[in-house]
């Protein structure tokens, strides 16, 4: 099954025109076996091609399980590396406010403790 889907990525480049595009969520939960298996499948002759793209997301501890030494191959074809902080609580007061009144709502329905407690919890 891996040499069949390392040929159907080599199809649709070559063949077909169209580079696949592989966006993974939650990749904290990959096991090691799934990690090396993406590594391989990014391995497979494609150096001097690009016949795909892989997006991984996951939470920030996700960048500790690439930075171990096992996982150096496919950290080093990681073209773009982005760790997001989240909001801060003014940033997160300002955009419930923008939300409520795109929705017609009053800014007066929340307290600023009330954000603060949204920031807290998102």
């Not at 390392?6 to 199809?11: D, G, S």
């Not at 150096?47 to 150096?72: M, Q, W």
């Not at 009144?101 to 603060?116: D, F, K, P, V, Y």
């Amino acid at each position: 099954m891996f040499r069949a889907v390392q040929e159907q990525v080599y199809y649709l480049y070559h063949e077909k025109k169209r580079p696949l595009c592989l966006a993974i969520d939650e990749c904290q939960y990959l096991s090691p076996a799934i990690l090396n298996d993406l590594k391989l499948i990014m391995n497979h002759g494609y150096d001097s091609l690009n016949c795909f793209s892989l997006i991984l997301c996951g939470e920030s501890y996700f960048n500790r399980t690439l930075a171990k030494p096992v996982n150096e191959a496919l950290r080093q074809r990681v073209v773009v590396h982005y760790d997001f902080e989240g909001l801060s609580d003014e940033e997160v007061a300002k955009y419930v406010s923008h939300k409520i009144q795109t929705a017609g709502g009053s800014l007066s329905i929340l307290s600023e403790a009330a954000l603060s407690a949204v920031h807290g919890y998102a």
